[in-house]
């Protein structure tokens, strides 16, 4: 079974159909529509089903694990109030998926769309350096608009997924991958003025090659903050720095740089609207709920 194949068929045609959808979007403000996943899937989905959630497992795992099979069966019953022989194979396997996500936790992939929405705000004019690349998202977008992008990210394995996606949509992009550890990166050879990303929440979610963190102190001792003052030196001035990250990490890094010029909110309601294992469904106590991203700008 390809599991990613059968989680969403998506041919080659629709996935430039998206492509071409994100491309022509305008967009006005933070943007929930899944324009451009399908591009993005065609070549990612089989990667990341491979992340592990905050309870250490990954679907792919999972699928080839006999109890969780049978555990993920007996959520299926459970919560979705059907019996297993109900489905079709491909059937069951969606069933098995969304499970998953509300059982173990959701691997977001980072909208393009909320990416058009932020390099609209911030205009980049030279280019845009992302250091945790992750599932193309940023670059996407980025490709969609016709802004040089700079993706950095440890996992090798996504080389041959961005070549390829490259090729299918915009083969002459100004699209530079580095596959590597965004510590051992020297920044000073690109020329940037935005630093957008989502870097990893601490080791809530791991990646493939992801290299290991003891604690959430040598995560940012070894990774986090030293990057993030090595890209801040190297941006241009008049420039900005965006990272989409939770309040505890901003508490890191804010004393080491200038002010935050501005945050953005992006609500979670609308990126998890519903919690099917706590049987809740998000209502207007939830609406306030966001996640931000925090930006800071270069002066000349």
Same mark, same amino acid.
Request: charged letters at 25%.
């Given at each position: 079974?390809?599991?990613?194949?059968?989680?969403?068929?998506?041919? %080659?045609? $629709?996935?430039v159909e #998206?492509?071409?959808?994100?491309?022509?979007?305008?967009? +006005?403000?933070?943007?929930?529509?899944?324009?451009?996943? %399908?591009?993005?899937?065609?070549?990612?989905? +089989?990667? $990341?089903?491979?992340?592990?959630?905050?309870?250490?497992?990954?679907?792919?795992?999972?699928?080839?694990?006999?109890?969780?099979?049978?555990?993920?069966?007996?959520?299926?019953?459970? &919560?979705?109030?059907?019996?297993?022989?109900?489905?079709?194979?491909?059937?069951?396997?969606?069933? $098995?998926?969304?499970?998953?996500?509300?059982?173990?936790?959701? /691997?977001?992939?980072?909208r393009p769309? *909320?990416?058009?929405?932020?390099?609209?705000?911030? %205009?980049?004019?030279?280019?845009?350096?992302?250091? #945790?690349?992750?599932?193309?998202?940023?670059?996407?977008?980025?490709? @969609?608009?016709?802004?040089? &992008?700079?993706?950095?990210?440890?996992?090798? %394995?996504?080389?041959?997924?961005?070549?390829?996606?490259?090729?299918?949509?915009?083969?002459?992009?100004? *699209?530079?991958?580095?596959?590597?550890?965004?510590? #051992?990166?020297?920044? @000073?050879?690109?020329?940037?003025?935005?630093?957008?990303?989502?870097?990893?929440?601490?080791? *809530?979610?791991?990646?493939?090659?992801?290299?290991?963190?003891a604690s959430?102190?040598?995560?940012?001792?070894?990774?986090?903050?030293?990057?993030?003052?090595?890209?801040?030196?190297?941006?241009?001035?008049?420039?900005?720095?965006?990272?989409?990250?939770?309040?505890?990490?901003?508490?890191? /890094?804010?004393?080491?740089?200038?002010?935050?010029? $501005?945050?953005?909110?992006?609500?979670? @309601?609308?990126?998890?609207?519903?919690?099917?294992?706590?049987?809740?469904?998000?209502?207007?106590?939830?609406?306030?709920?966001?996640?931000?991203?925090?930006?800071?700008?270069?002066?000349?």
């Amino acid at each position: 079974m390809e599991i990613a194949k059968d989680l969403r068929d998506i041919t %080659k045609d $629709r996935a430039v159909e #998206s492509y071409q959808e994100l491309k022509a979007a305008s967009v +006005h403000g933070p943007d929930f529509r899944q324009l451009g996943l %399908k591009a993005l899937d065609y070549f990612f989905l +089989h990667h $990341r089903i491979k992340a592990k959630t905050r309870r250490h497992i990954s679907f792919y795992e999972a699928m080839r694990d006999k109890k969780m099979v049978g555990h993920l069966n007996e959520l299926i019953v459970k &919560y979705k109030k059907k019996q297993v022989r109900d489905y079709d194979a491909v059937g069951l396997l969606k069933a $098995r998926y969304q499970v998953f996500q509300l059982y173990y936790g959701t /691997v977001n992939q980072f909208r393009p769309l *909320i990416a058009k929405w932020v390099y609209g705000l911030l %205009k980049p004019r030279i280019g845009i350096l992302d250091f #945790s690349a992750g599932w193309g998202g940023r670059a996407l977008a980025a490709m @969609s608009m016709g802004i040089p &992008y700079v993706g950095v990210d440890a996992n090798a %394995k996504l080389a041959p997924a961005y070549r390829a996606m490259i090729q299918a949509y915009e083969p002459a992009a100004d *699209i530079q991958m580095i596959f590597q550890p965004s510590e #051992s990166v020297d920044f @000073s050879r690109f020329d940037y003025d935005l630093v957008f990303t989502s870097p990893p929440y601490f080791m *809530i979610e791991e990646y493939e090659k992801m290299p290991a963190y003891a604690s959430k102190q040598n995560f940012l001792n070894t990774f986090f903050t030293p990057v993030i003052l090595k890209v801040w030196q190297h941006l241009k001035a008049g420039g900005n720095m965006a990272l989409n990250m939770p309040a505890e990490m901003y508490e890191a /890094v804010k004393e080491l740089l200038p002010k935050v010029k $501005r945050t953005l909110k992006l609500p979670l @309601s609308n990126r998890h609207p519903t919690n099917a294992v706590k049987r809740v469904t998000l209502g207007k106590h939830n609406v306030e709920r966001h996640e931000l991203i925090y930006v800071w700008h270069k002066q000349r």
